[in-house]
């Protein structure tokens, strides 16, 4: 079992709709979860992080932790062709360093 | 504000070669990260300085790889000699240290692209 699990897609969704994005993680005391982005060709870019259960929402963007399931998400609304990149999901297994833990990412497709 | 700088963008060589890759961080970053991504695979951690200091290198595959922080400016990841699995894309990261305790954000690189033949 891998430690961190994506569908590696492609999800195709269309402007304007909301796409989503899931990811479990196998490591139980894992403190910290992360959405990077990345742009073929370019460096993977911090979008969103959350430590609580719960939701946490900034802008389109909303990340959705569940602890109990081993489950973190991320919901774009209003997608966006610029949108459309690889999405990466990483988890810290402690609370301090970022010795992330990354799943091999889904890719998006926002048509226009 | 210049980001996390990687040099070469790409390298090829032969088995058996050496390559040396080249990480700038973001200027005061105290924590410098290397990351291994290989073909159809997920990225992977290689280790972590804090300054010059190496904090955790569990990472690292092997002794084949060495990595340095002189000074705790910009770091080195040598490979040598290179095998055709060391091929793909190594990444360098930094980052601070965040508040409440927390390392601060990890910013990233465009990453080393290695191909061995």
């Known amino acids: 079992q891998k430690e961190v699990e994506q569908n590696s897609g492609p999800l195709s969704v269309p402007e304007g709709a909301i796409a989503s994005l899931n990811c479990t993680y196998s490591?139980?005391?894992?403190?910290?979860f992360f959405w990077y982005r990345q742009y073929s060709g370019k460096s993977p870019e911090l979008i969103m992080f959350i430590y609580s259960n719960g939701d946490k929402e900034d802008g389109r963007f909303t990340a959705q932790l569940n602890k109990a399931s081993q489950y973190v998400s991320l919901l774009i609304r209003d997608s966006q062709p610029s949108d459309s990149a690889t999405y990466l999901c990483?988890?810290?297994?402690?609370?301090?360093?970022?010795?992330?833990?990354f799943g091999a990412g889904t890719i998006l497709r926002v048509k226009s | 504000e210049a980001g996390v700088t990687q040099f070469p963008s790409h390298s090829v060589i032969e088995k058996g070669q050496t390559v040396t890759l080249r990480c700038d961080p973001i200027?005061?970053?105290?924590?410098l990260y290397w990351y291994r991504r290989v073909m159809g695979k997920e990225i992977k951690f290689l280790l972590h300085?804090?300054?010059?200091?190496?904090?955790?290198e569990s990472g690292m595959p092997n002794n084949r790889f060495l990595a340095e922080r002189t000074g705790g400016t910009y770091s080195t990841l040598k490979v040598q000699p290179a095998e055709l699995e060391d091929s793909g894309v190594y990444f360098c990261?930094?980052?601070?240290?965040?508040?409440?305790?927390?390392?601060?954000?990890?910013?990233f690189g465009e990453g080393s692209r290695l191909t061995v033949l």
């Open positions: 200027s005061g970053h105290d924590n």
């Open positions: 990261a930094s980052s601070q240290d965040g508040a409440g305790g927390r390392t601060g954000e990890l910013f």
């Open positions: 490591d139980r005391g894992s403190q910290s």
């Open positions: 300085f804090v300054k010059e200091s190496k904090q955790d």
């Open positions: 990483a988890v810290n297994p402690m609370e301090y360093g970022n010795k992330l833990v």
